[in-house]
């Protein structure tokens, strides 16, 4: 199966509009990665970094003795995030044209981390699988997804937003993309054979548990809330309306595609 195709279509007009919706989602992305342990000195893998606002973001947490590596499909979008990046003069970060589904000899990474881009993936689970063989065992994978089916308020409340949120989800299905996978998070995250740890968000202060933990059920705050059910995640809403959904986990591999980690 091929990925989904871009609604939005590529070139320079969309990738501004993506630097533009990108601070819209910095508070929310900045929670989940601060929450999901980014810190100092990481090496961090930034899966389909588009235009670069994720690498930028992460950039500043790891700081100079971390690293960042931003991987994309389209060249296009490297090419400008590289330009951003000279711009700024910051040197923590590279930027290359890859796909992060792909056998790489490359190095290892302390974490992987995702903006938008499961949804557009025809199988979000094996790739969760794939982009663990490119962190060390016990890193972290951190992801923040649409989740399409959530609305911000009730349709009869608010019917032009409800109307306009429904022509954006069969927009993206209608291209193949799957714009409801951040409610999928939390079980294809256990499905890859990963733990996902919504625990952790209960505080923004906490620090990453010394050995991997799982927590399947409990309020977190504030970047996103555990499961309502054994395999469903939420999160709270972005300004525009659109609800996204963050969940982060530990990996546990290599193990048996089956099986789980222990506790699971």
């Known amino acids: 199966m091929e990925d989904a195709d871009y609604a939005f279509g590529r070139g320079r007009a969309e990738y501004e509009r993506l630097i533009e919706q990108a601070e819209i989602f910095r508070p929310l992305t900045e929670r989940m990665l ?12 930034d899966i389909g970094c588009g235009a670069g606002d994720v690498s930028f973001l992460v950039s500043a947490l790891v700081g100079s003795e971390g690293s960042v590596t931003g991987v ?29 589904r792909s056998p790489d000899s490359g190095p290892v990474f302390d974490a992987a981390v995702g903006r938008f881009v499961l949804m557009f993936l025809p199988d979000p689970t094996e790739a969760l699988r794939l982009f663990a063989k490119r962190v060390r065992r016990g890193g972290i994978l951190a992801f923040c997804e649409q989740a399409g089916s959530v609305t911000a308020t009730p349709a009869g409340q608010q019917p032009a937003l409800a109307a306009l949120l429904a022509l954006f989800t069969s927009t993206f299905q209608r291209s193949g993309a ?5 409610a999928e998070l939390y079980s294809r995250m256990r499905d890859a054979g990963l733990q ?4 952790r968000w209960r505080s923004s202060r906490s620090a990453p548990p010394a050995t991997p933990s799982l927590t399947a059920a409990g309020h977190c705050l504030p970047a996103a809330c555990s499961p309502r ?8 809403r972005n300004r525009s309306g659109t609800p996204s959904s963050t969940t982060c986990a530990r990996n546990c591999s290599p193990q048996p595609a089956s099986s789980h980690c222990p506790g699971s």
């Open 178 to 182: 799957r714009p409801d996978i951040g």
């Open 229 to 236: 059910s054994s395999s469903t995640a939420w999160a709270p």
């Open 34 to 45: 601060r929450n999901a342990g980014i810190r100092a000195g990481m090496r961090v893998l």
């Open 72 to 100: 994309d499909v389209d060249s296009d979008a490297i090419g400008v995030a590289e330009q951003r990046r000279a711009a700024q003069g910051i040197t923590n970060i590279s930027f290359r044209q890859a796909d992060a």
């Open 196 to 199: 996902p740890d919504p625990g």
